[in-house]
């Protein structure tokens, strides 16, 4: 059997895979989705469990993929999400890998977080932008925010520890839970990374201005937290990590920026993406997708995938271009690309 890398002509090499599993959610947050009228893919064009588990063979086994993270859309919104998780656990070599992690906003999850440990799950990142409940409602247009907590609890209980969590920060919207879910990311010893907006969600909605830069959150953090840099090398880790010094409010620990637009991490990309409908898309911002369902689907060997997805590396382009000029958004929102 032939072993190739996902290498581009950059001489950038993918290990991290992002999959897709369904491009539908039970939110709606405003940076990612529009309020209504998204279709989603149809049902027969989505990979099926067996399909899934396929690709990600090949990956681990053809191409060198290390981590496989689940995304969506809302990933726990997938039937038999841990009949997938154990399908890509088996694929497990002697040294533990691939290393599996699931990038959900926790609605249900304390429901099937058992399931999902049981299966090999080995972290969750989890969504959370606001600890003001109504603040919550608006911006993921749904009242659930006690929902979240109640699986961020049942996280601990599991102890898939340390909980990542991951908060988007907008212009009027939630600068004010800046310092809040620090503290309640540090006073509860879970990891927090800011991210800034993308533009990924409805089509022309981005403004630049209304981003809430990294420098902008970390001005924020410096307002009741002491912050220092932590001197670690980030390899093709995007979030700019800080250490945070403890006081009498809160042990210390750490925290993260991602500073996707401010400061993109391009040059160190490791990651190659599918879409739950079998694409292949090796940056959130490529314009080109590779069909490897129907390849999947039309009798192809693995062979063939190896091809076609070592061939979609070759053309990854060297950055994401939101900076330039000639930027153009994907077609896609984040909830269909599987951020
Ligand atoms: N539904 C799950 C969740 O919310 O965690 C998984 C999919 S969601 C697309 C993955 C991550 O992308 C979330 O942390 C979300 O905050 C982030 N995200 C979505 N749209 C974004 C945007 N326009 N800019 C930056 N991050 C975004
Ligand atoms: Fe759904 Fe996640 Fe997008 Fe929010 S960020 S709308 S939870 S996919």
Redesign the pocket.
């Known amino acids: 059997m032939q072993f190739s890398q996902l290498v581009d002509t950059f001489g950038r090499v993918a290990r991290d895979l992002r999959v897709s599993l369904t491009d539908r959610?039970n939110?709606r947050?405003t940076?990612?989705m529009p309020a209504e009228g998204l279709a989603w893919l149809p049902t027969d064009e989505t990979l099926t469990d067996d399909e899934v588990i396929r690709v990600m063979r090949v990956a681990v086994e053809r191409l060198g993929i290390t981590r496989i993270r689940f995304?969506?859309?809302?990933?726990l919104l997938r039937p038999h999400l841990d009949r997938i998780v154990a399908g890509a656990a088996a694929l497990r070599g002697a040294e533990g890998r691939p290393e599996l992690a699931l990038?959900?906003?926790g609605l249900g999850l304390d429901k099937k977080i058992d399931a999902l440990a049981a299966a090999g799950l080995d972290r969750v990142?989890?969504?959370l932008?606001s600890l003001d409940p109504q603040r919550y409602a608006r911006l993921t247009r749904r009242d659930r925010f006690h929902d979240v907590l109640t699986s961020i609890d049942a996280v601990e209980r599991v102890g898939l520890t340390p909980l990542k969590i991951?908060a988007?920060i907008m212009r009027g919207v939630n600068e004010d839970d800046i310092v809040p879910l620090a503290q309640f990311c540090l006073e509860r010893g879970y990891q927090l990374r800011f991210?800034?907006?993308?533009?990924?969600?409805p089509k022309g909605e981005?403004e630049r201005g209304d981003m809430v830069t990294a420098a902008e959150i970390l001005a924020a953090l410096e307002t009741r937290f002491r912050l220092h840099p932590l001197d670690e090398p980030r390899g093709s880790a995007p979030a700019e990590l800080w250490g945070v010094a403890p006081d009498q409010r809160q042990p210390g620990g750490r925290l993260g920026v991602i500073a996707?637009v401010t400061n993109p991490f391009c040059g160190a990309c490791d990651r190659t993406r599918i879409t739950s409908d079998g694409q292949v898309r090796t940056c959130l911002f490529s314009q080109r997708e590779t069909d490897l369902r129907s390849i999947l689907r039309g009798g192809g060997t693995d062979d063939d995938l190896v091809e076609a997805w070592t061939g979609a590396h070759r053309g990854k382009a060297k950055a994401h271009g939101i900076n330039e000029a000639g930027f153009v958004q994907p077609e896609r929102t984040?909830?269909a690309i599987?951020?």
Not at 195 to 201: F, R
């Open positions: 959610c939110l947050c940076y990612c995304t969506g859309g809302e990933p990038t959900t906003n990142n989890l969504s932008d991951n988007v991210i800034e907006q993308m533009p990924l969600g981005w996707s984040m909830s599987g951020g």
